[in-house]
């Protein structure tokens, strides 16, 4: 996958039920505001997933165009008007970790795509964590992965309140810190 560039710090997603609604929710934000898009796709059980980044009024003047268009085809929906800036890169599966860097492994999992990346974010702003993937819905039955990696504590930390973004949304399905993961568990990113 290419790497995702932003033009500017912030994110938003939209998770539809319909395909081809989603075709035209796609269509809809990119001609109401001047954005990057960062992803756009089918993604499990038939769903649809849009992702835009760029300057904060841009986002959620295309966020709200998309979301009026989308009449009740959201699943979901996010706005992080201060976006980390280790989330793109992660979302973008362009984070190689050194073989030094690798430390504690933390992972959240979640029942949407959107939700992953609300967590992700919350996890880089509160820890010094690498967040190094972001995987939403693909091959997953529509869920949403969260890959860190850092100090013990650090990873406690970051994988606690990404946890609890996940949950205050009703969609937590796992938590778990690994203090001394093998290297094989990291052997893509190696």
């Known amino acids: 996958m290419a790497e995702i560039q932003p033009t500017g710090r912030a994110i938003a997603a939209v998770e539809l039920s319909s395909v081809g609604v989603g075709y035209e929710v796609e269509d809809v934000m990119l001609k109401a505001a001047s954005v990057d898009l960062l992803i756009a796709r089918t993604i499990c059980s038939g769903k649809y997933l849009i992702i835009v980044g760029g300057l904060v009024s841009d986002v959620q003047a295309a966020l709200q165009?998309?979301?009026?268009?989308?009449?009740?085809?959201?699943?979901?929906?996010?706005?992080?008007?201060?976006?980390?800036?280790?989330?793109?890169?992660?979302?973008?599966?362009?984070?190689?970790?050194?073989r030094d860097h690798a430390g504690a492994l933390g992972v959240i999992e979640t029942f949407s795509g959107t939700a992953a990346l609300a967590a992700a974010d919350r996890a880089a702003k509160a820890a010094r964590v690498t967040l190094f993937r972001i995987h939403v819905a693909m091959a997953l039955g529509g869920k949403g992965l969260v890959l860190m990696t850092g100090s013990v504590a650090d990873v406690r930390a970051g994988v606690t309140a990404?946890?609890?973004?996940?949950?205050?949304?009703?969609?937590?399905?796992?938590?778990?810190?690994?203090?001394?993961?093998?290297?094989?568990?990291?052997?893509?990113?190696?």
């Open 65 to 98: 165009a998309g979301l009026a268009a989308a009449r009740d085809s959201v699943i979901d929906e996010l706005l992080i008007p201060n976006v980390h800036e280790s989330v793109f890169p992660a979302l973008g599966q362009s984070v190689v970790l050194d």
């Open 162 to 190: 990404g946890a609890e973004e996940a949950r205050s949304r009703g969609l937590l399905v796992s938590e778990v810190v690994i203090p001394r993961p093998s290297r094989e568990l990291f052997a893509d990113y190696l």
